[in-house]
């Protein structure tokens, strides 16, 4: 009796444990700029004007002529699913993180890459037909998807048929992704505990592109995109502004 209660007592600390660490609050741009004003990334230009991190969500979105250049994923796609399409660097570094999760033992099939304005239109259109307002928290809008960057892709396993589920982070595919998706340049976009910030529920299926550097940074800082771009632009302000050396 006194071992279950113990073995009770322990469960109840876990889930104690976990709901604190979720409502625990998110750094600013602001707090990580005063940590680390100078990561380890590369930005050639204003963080915000690269074409590979820009940042697109509820409140920035996409022109509906916007279409990137597009190469074929010549990847396992989710029976059924057409050939799907990704910018070229995002293809490459799919096409190597598929290649890995194979020689770990783990195998991936895409789901959807690039969505035109138009596509996503209408398929935001079925969602709130059919599941109204709650629908915006799964489907973005057309023009505000980063299916339209051709820099995200769903990916799924065949042991949940391929659904886009959370339970996909349960599955040992999921896991793999978790662990090595920054590897190759993707960062787990939706959170649970972001949603406030994303305007999205949990999405572990869902990958975006943004070059490895970036993503191990994101990953390992572990916050929202937003806040990450926020304190991007702060620490490229922080470059731009450097006094100019005379003797230069
Ligand atoms: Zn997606």
Same mark, same amino acid.
């Given at each position: ?19 604190? +660490?979720?409502?625990?609050?998110? *750094? ?9 004003? &100078?990561? %380890? $990334?590369?930005? #050639? ?89 709650? +629908?915006?928290?799964?489907?973005? *809008? ?9 820099? &995200?892709? %769903? $990916?799924?396993? #065949? ?90």
């Amino acid at each position: 009796m006194k071992r279950v209660f113990c073995i009770c007592c322990f469960l109840l600390l876990l889930l104690t444990g976990a709901c604190c +660490a979720a409502d625990e609050p998110l *750094p600013t741009a602001r707090e990580l700029f005063e940590q680390n004003p &100078a990561p %380890d $990334v590369p930005m #050639a230009c204003d963080p915000r004007m690269d074409p590979l991190l820009v940042l697109v969500n509820k409140e920035q979105g996409l022109p509906s002529a916007y279409v990137p250049e597009l190469t074929d994923l010549n990847l396992f796609h989710k029976p059924g699913v057409h050939t799907q399409q990704m910018r070229p660097e995002a293809a490459e570094a799919l096409a190597r993180l598929f290649a890995a999760a194979e020689a770990d033992g783990v195998k991936l099939g895409v789901v959807s890459g690039y969505r035109s304005y138009g596509t996503q239109k209408a398929i935001h259109a079925r969602k709130v037909a059919q599941r109204g307002r709650s +629908a915006e928290l799964t489907s973005a *809008p057309a023009g505000k998807s980063e299916h339209q960057l051709g820099l &995200a892709v %769903d $990916v799924s396993c #065949a042991s949940i048929n391929y659904r886009l589920n959370a339970i996909f982070a349960n599955t040992p595919e999921g896991q793999w992704v978790e662990a090595h998706c920054a590897e190759y340049g993707f960062i787990i976009r939706y959170r649970a505990e972001w949603q406030k910030i994303t305007g999205y529920k949990v999405e572990p299926w869902h990958i975006r592109y943004v070059g490895p550097e970036h993503a191990n940074l994101v990953m390992s800082l572990n916050v929202p995109y937003e806040i990450y771009m926020d304190y991007l632009k702060l620490c490229w302000d922080a470059r731009a502004h450097l006094p100019i050396r005379k003797d230069a």
